[in-house]
């Protein structure tokens, strides 16, 4: 399975969220500081940071804690948080794009290599993966918000670019793709037709996948955690295709 797979391999995230929670709100208030230090604590003149206020209701986020992290961000005293990109390769030769957000260059550039060093990668050059990917903005809905028809349908209207329903033992959702400029408006129109998704963000989708399989998909499911697992890091990318009997294998 690859592309935008039931079991979201190209954006890999941990399946225990409840258990990570503490660290989800941290990652989510630290999107809430850097957009409203970027754009203003207004969400409404700062696409961004509306689209960040969206995933955050997402996780139920309280919204006391949401409103503390915007005011962390667009206040004169503001956390000196820096967003970088870091870029590397798995085994198996897989892409992965690593997205953090850091008040310390030194420290975190540390953990990331380690990361890669110690579970069979090696961290690369600025654009030595991304070159091969593309930036787009992804809107996610559950399954039941409407039919795949009516969700389609109603994408195009708003300007996005696809709409396709992603089923799997832990997802069942639609999920719309755009430009990434148009994302703004592409979610305010399907938020006036659905109410609030899921999830609002702009992604990296890669224009190629690498099969993985055996020890080689084991060494890289465990190099994706370590990295997910980092304090500064927000999003971890991998454009691996795992199939289903693959995934099976390792979850047995």
């Known amino acids: 399975m690859a592309g935008h797979s039931a079991f979201k391999n190209i954006m890999h995230k941990k399946g225990a969220a409840d258990k990570k929670r503490a660290a989800l709100f941290t990652k989510i208030a630290r999107e809430l500081q850097i957009a409203a230090k970027l754009g203003g604590p207004d969400p409404s003149n700062n696409p961004r940071l509306r689209a960040a206020i969206v995933n955050a209701r ?6 006391d804690n949401i409103q503390r992290a915007i005011d962390r961000g667009g206040g004169k005293d503001a956390e000196a948080l820096e967003e970088i990109r870091y870029e590397g390769f798995g085994p198996g030769g897989v892409g992965i794009i690593v997205e953090a957000a850091t008040d310390n260059r030194n420290r975190t550039a540390g ?10 990668g090696a961290l690369g050059e600025t654009n030595s993966v991304a070159f091969g990917w593309d930036r787009i903005g992804e809107i996610r809905y559950p399954l039941k918000t409407a039919s795949e028809d009516a969700m389609l349908e109603a994408a195009i209207e708003a300007g996005a670019d ?3 329903a992603e089923t799997g033992e832990e997802i069942e959702e639609h999920v719309v793709t755009c430009a990434m400029t148009a994302l703004p408006d592409v979610t305010a129109a399907l938020i006036a037709r659905f109410g609030e998704p899921k999830s609002s963000k702009i992604i990296w989708r890669p224009q190629v996948t690498i099969p993985v399989a055996g020890e080689q998909a084991q060494a ?3 190099l994706l955690d370590v990295l997910d697992d980092l304090d500064d890091v927000q999003q971890v990318y991998a454009n691996f295709d795992l199939d289903a009997a693959e995934l099976a294998k390792l979850a047995g």
Do not use: I, Y
């Not at 997402?58 to 919204?63: T, V």
């Open 162 to 164: 696809d709409c396709q």
């Open 58 to 63: 997402a996780e139920q986020m309280p919204k």
């Open 220 to 222: 890289l499911l465990k």
């Open 111 to 120: 953990d990331v290599r380690a990361a890669f060093s110690k579970n069979g």
